[in-house]
C-alpha cells in the first residue's frame, strides 16, 4: 500500500513541536498544532472579560508558543506566507481532529507517565493505520507503546529532530519492540526525500546515536579543558572552522543550546548507562555544577561561558569563575594548516603538532576514537550511521571514522595507545583483514566496511545523490586552480568553483566559458554547482578594489565585460544552464542564478544582491536582469512605477532572502520555472535531470531580449526625488544616494524622454558605466577595503 502524508499533527507546541509544525509547513503538508489548555485567565484577557471557556483563551498556549516561534531568529519558516498551513488547537476540545491525519507527532514534556497519557488519547482517536511517533530524545521507546494496540505498536517508533528542526539535519527513528519494517523504510524515504534530512535508523539505547557521540565529545572536552590548562577561547579556537565544525565550536554552540539542556541529556546517559567504559566522563565537572547553581545557563540567560557586557564580550574564567575579557588565541600547530583548503586534509598535520593544541588534538581524537569504536554494536551495527548522526545533528564536515581514515587507521590506533585506549576488537580484526580504511571509494559510490561480513559494501541510498568528491578524478574533463569541470553521465557536464568562499573571478569565468564551449561542441547540458559550505560569496572584490586602486579603469572595464558577457553566455548558448545554489549565493553568485535557463535551488539558499554594501550597484548583469523583470511585470493600465520601484527597493536596500521560497517573493527566483529542493545531498542530481530533460525536449538557443520597456525620466524623477527625501530624514548617507542615483539612471533606462523599448545589451553597457564611475569614488574603495578586511558593510 502506497502511504502519502498530507496532514500531520503535532501534540506539544514548545520550542521544539512549533518547530516541527513549521517545518512540515514549509514542504507544503497541512499542520494541526495542539497543546494543553490553561488553567487560569492572564491579566490581559482578565480585563477583556474573557472565561476559561473563550476559544481564545483555551488556544492561548498553542498560539502563543506558535507566535514565539514564528517571530524567532533565525526563522523556523522559509516563507510567513507558509504558516497559513498551521492550524492551532487544544488536546481537550479538538483531539478527535486527529482521525484526518495521517501521522501523529508527540512532542510533550520528557515524562513518561505524560508521554502514556497522551498515546492513550491518540489511539482512541487515531484512525488504523496511521503512524504515531514520540521526538523524545531519551525515554526509551520500548516504554511508550505499553499496553497500546496492536496496530498502534506496529506503527509507532520514536522520530528524533533536532532543534532547531529547520535547520539541522539529523532525523533519528527509533523502531520499539513491535515497529513494522515498512514503517522505518517509509520514514527512512519522507525523511530523507521530503523533509531533507540524513535519516538514520538509532538502536533503542539511551540518547540514541547523535546524542550519545555528541555529548561524549563536548563532555570529554569539559573535562579535558581543565587537565590542559586549556582557556574557553583557546578549545573554541581548536574546535570550530578549522577542524570542519561551526563557527560557534564548543563552549559558543553550549551556550546557544543551553547549558541545562547538554545536562539533561549528560545526566541521563551518567544514570542509564552504568557499563559504559566512560562512565565517569559523563559526570559533570564542579564548574559546570557551579554554572547550573547559579542559573549561567547560556543565551537564554544573558551568560554562561560567554558574556556581553555592552559591546564586549566576556569570557567565563573557569578557574576563578569570573568573568574577564576575551583572550586572542593562537597555536603555531594551526598556522601550518593555513594553505590546507579543506579540513579532512588537515587532520594529519594537527595530529603531528609539537605545541598544546597537537596535544590536545592527539588526546581527544584518541578518546573519541576509542569512544565511538566502542559502542558498535551498543548503538549501531553500522560505522557509518555514526558519522551520518554527528555530521548531520552536530554540524561536523567529517565523522569520527572519516577522521580516523584520514590519520590513518593504523596511525589513529598508535595515537590511542599512546594515550592508553585500546580500539574494539573489530578494528584490529579489521586491519588483520587487510582492510586498510573505514571507507573507499569505487564508480562514484561510497562503500563502508561492514563488520559481520568483514568487506567494504554499498552504503545503502546513494542512487539518488551525486557526490562530487567521489568523481573528482575519475570523470574529470577539465581544471584551473578555481574551477573544475566533470563529467555527471548522460551527457551532462558540472562545473564546480573551488575558489577562497567561491568568489567569481579570472579563473572561475575561465571555467564557465569553457564548460559551455566543451558543452556545445560535445555534450547536451551544463549544471553549475558546488557542494562546498557556500555556492558563491560574489564577485572577487579584492580584484576590483586592487584595479580601482591603480586606476586601471580599462583593465577593470574590460574585467567587467567579461563577467557581463559570461553570465549572458549563460543564458543565451546553444545548450541548457542549470544553476545550483544553496547557502550563501551573493552578489555576482546571484546574477549567474539569474540567468541561468533553470535553477535548481537548495531550500537553505541565502540570496541576493548586496553591492551597495561595497559601494557599487550589481556589475554583472544583476541591474538589467532586475529592470527586464520589472518590465515583464507590466501590465496594461496598471501603475508600471510601482512595480519599478519594487525592484529597484531589492537591489537599494541590499535585500538578502532567508530561504529560496522567499526568494521567489523578491523576484530572484522565477515561479513555473525555477525549483527548490530540500535535501541539499539530490541537489546535483536533480540539477543533472532538469538540464537532461530540457535537451532531450529539444532544447533551442534563445534570442537576445531587445523589447524591455524603460520609463525613462517619469521613473528617474520619481527615484530622485525619494532618495533627496531619503537623505533629507538621514536614513542614508549622501553616497548612499549617490550609489542609488546611479542605479535608479539604469533601472528607468537613462533620461529618455519617454517610455521606451531597449534591448538587454543597451541595459548593459549603462549599468557597467555606472559601475565604474562608482569605482573612481573613494568612499566606495573605503567600503571595499572595509569588507576585505572587516568582514562587514561599512556605511559612510
Known amino acids: 500500500m502506497k502511504r502519502t502524508i498530507k496532514k500531520v499533527a503535532v501534540i506539544g507546541s514548545g520550542i521544539m513541536g512549533s518547530g516541527i509544525a513549521c517545518h512540515f509547513a ?103 493505520g496511521t503512524l504515531v511517533t514520540s521526538n523524545t530524545s531519551g525515554i526509551p521507546i520500548q516504554f511508550m507503546s505499553e499496553g497500546r494496540s496492536d496496530d498502534f ?67 570529554s572536552l569539559f573535562h579535558q579543558v581543565k587537565e ?18 561551526p563557527k560557534s565550536a564548543t563552549f559558543r554552540t553550549v551556550d546557544v543550546v543551553g547549558l541545562d539542556t ?13 557499563n559504559d567504559e566512560a562512565h565517569n566522563l559523563f559526570k559533570l565537572p564542579a564548574f559546570i555544577d557551579k554554572m547550573m547553581e547559579n542559573k549561567w545557563l547560556g543565551s ?198 573551488h575558489s ?14 569553457k564548460a559551455i564551449d566543451l558543452a556545445e561542441k560535445e555534450y547536451n547540458g551544463l549544471v553549475i554547482g558546488n557542494q562546498g559550505a557556500n555556492f558563491s560569496v560574489g564577485a572577487n572584490i579584492g580584484m576590483i578594489f586592487m584595479m580601482a586602486v591603480e586606476q586601471e579603469y580599462d583593465e577593470l572595464n574590460m574585467a567587467i565585460k567579461m563577467f557581463q558577457d559570461t553570465m549572458m553566455r549563460c543564458r543565451y548558448s546553444s545548450i541548457p544552464v542549470v544553476v545550483a545554489p544553496h547557502g550563501m549565493t551573493l552578489g555576482g553568485g546571484c546574477e549567474m542564478t539569474m540567468h541561468a535557463d533553470r535553477v535548481v535551488a537548495a531550500a537553505e539558499t541565502y540570496i541576493g544582491l548586496v553591492e551597495f554594501g561595497v559601494g557599487v550597484i550589481p556589475g554583472g548583469g544583476g541591474s538589467k536582469e532586475m529592470t527586464l523583470r520589472a518590465s515583464d511585470l507590466f501590465r496594461k493600465n496598471d501603475v508600471e512605477l510601482n512595480v519599478l520601484q519594487e525592484y529597484f527597493l531589492t537591489i537599494g536596500m541590499a535585500k538578502v532572502a532567508t530561504s529560496a521560497y522567499e526568494a521567489f517573493d523578491y523576484g530572484i527566483l522565477q515561479k513555473g520555472k525555477d525549483i527548490v529542493v530540500v535535501n541539499r545531498d539530490r541537489q546535483i542530481a536533480v540539477a543533472k535531470q532538469v538540464a537532461l530533460q530540457m535537451a532531450e525536449q529539444g532544447y533551442t538557443q534563445p534570442i537576445q531580449r531587445k523589447d524591455i520597456k524603460v520609463l525613462g525620466k517619469q521613473a528617474l524623477g520619481m527615484f530622485l526625488v525619494g532618495t533627496d527625501q531619503m537623505q533629507a530624514g538621514k536614513y542614508i548617507s549622501e553616497h548612499d544616494r549617490k550609489i542609488a542615483n546611479k542605479l535608479a539612471y539604469v533601472m528607468a533606462g537613462g533620461d529618455l524622454s519617454e517610455p521606451t523599448l531597449v534591448s538587454e545589451q543597451y541595459l548593459l553597457d549603462i549599468e557597467r558605466e555606472a559601475f565604474l564611475s562608482l569605482c573612481t569614488e573613494r568612499k566606495t574603495l573605503e567600503r571595499i577595503q572595509f569588507m576585505l578586511t572587516k568582514g562587514k558593510p561599512l556605511r559612510n
Not at 172 to 181: D, F, V, Y
Not at 262 to 274: F, K, R, T
Not at 500 to 513: A, C, E, F
Open 26 to 128: 514549509n514542504i507544503g503538508v497541512e499542520v494541526l498544532l495542539l497543546d494543553i489548555i490553561p488553567n487560569a485567565l492572564n491579566e490581559a484577557e482578565e480585563k477583556k472579560g474573557l472565561t476559561l471557556e473563550s476559544k481564545a483563551v483555551r488556544n492561548r498556549i498553542v498560539n502563543d508558543s506558535l507566535a514565539n516561534a514564528l517571530k524567532s531568529n533565525p526563522s523556523p519558516i522559509y516563507s510567513q506566507k507558509f504558516a497559513n498551513r498551521i492550524t492551532t488547537g487544544n488536546t481537550t476540545d479538538d483531539m478527535p481532529k486527529i482521525s484526518s491525519v495521517d501521522w501523529i507527532i508527540e512532542v510533550v514534556v520528557e515524562r513518561l507517565d505524560i508521554k502514556k497519557l497522551v498515546f492513550e488519547q491518540v489511539d482512541k482517536y487515531r484512525k488504523t
Open 153 to 219: 505498536q506496529q506503527h509507532f517508533c520514536g522520530t528524533h529532530f533536532f532543534n532547531p528542526a529547520r535547520y539541522l539535519k539529523l532525523f533519528e527513528i527509533i523502531p520499539g519492540p513491535k515497529t513494522s519494517q515498512s514503517v522505518l523504510d517509509f520514514l527512512t524515504n519522507y525523511g530523507s526525500q521530503f523533509l531533507g534530512k540524513t535519516s538514520v535508523v538509532a538502536k533503542d539505547t539511551p540518547a540514541f546515536i547523535g546524542n550519545r557521540i555528541g555529548i561524549f565529545g563536548i563532555m
Open 228 to 245: 590542559m590548562g586549556l582557556t574557553i577561547e583557546e578549545v573554541d579556537k581548536l574546535t570550530g572552522p578549522v577542524i570542519g565544525r
Open 262 to 274: 547538554l545536562v539533561h541529556v549528560a545526566n541521563g546517559i551518567y544514570q542509564n548507562c552504568p
Open 300 to 497: 537564554k540567560t544573558k551568560q554562561g561561558f560567554y558574556k556581553k557586557v555592552d559591546k564586549d564580550i566576556l569570557s567565563l574564567d573557569l578557574d576563578t569563575m569570573e568573568y574577564r575579557p576575551n583572550k586572542k588565541a593562537s597555536f603555531a600547530t594551526l598556522e601550518l594548516t593555513k594553505t590546507i583548503d579543506k579540513p579532512i586534509d588537515r587532520f594529519r598535520v594537527l595530529v603531528k603538532g609539537k605545541d598544546k593544541a597537537g596535544d590536545f588534538y592527539r588526546k581527544n581524537f584518541a578518546a573519541m576514537f576509542a569512544y565511538c569504536s566502542n559502542r558498535i554494536p551498543e548503538i549501531s551495527d553500522e560505522l557509518y550511521k555514526i558519522d551520518d548522526a554527528i555530521k548531520a545533528g552536530f554540524g561536523w564536515e567529517n565523522g569520527p571514522f572519516e577522521i580516523w581514515d584520514s590519520i590513518g587507521v593504523a596511525k589513529g590506533i598508535e595515537m590511542m595507545r599512546a594515550e592508553g585506549y585500546e580500539p574494539a576488537a573489530w578494528v584490529t580484526e579489521m586491519v588483520k583483514s587487510e582492510n586498510a580504511s573505514f571507507y573507499t571509494v569505487k564508480n562514484g559510490a561510497t562503500y563502508f566496511y561492514n563488520i559481520p561480513t568483514k568487506s567494504q559494501e554499498k552504503i545503502p541510498g546513494q542512487d539518488a545523490f551525486i557526490i562530487l568528491d567521489n568523481i573528482r578524478e575519475s570523470q574529470k574533463v577539465w581544471g584551473n586552480s578555481d574551477a573544475t569541470i566533470h563529467h555527471l553521465g548522460d551527457g551532462i557536464l558540472n562545473l564546480e568553483f
Open 500 to 513: 577562497k568562499m567561491n568568489t567569481i573571478g579570472g579563473g572561475v569565468l575561465q571555467g564557465i566559458n
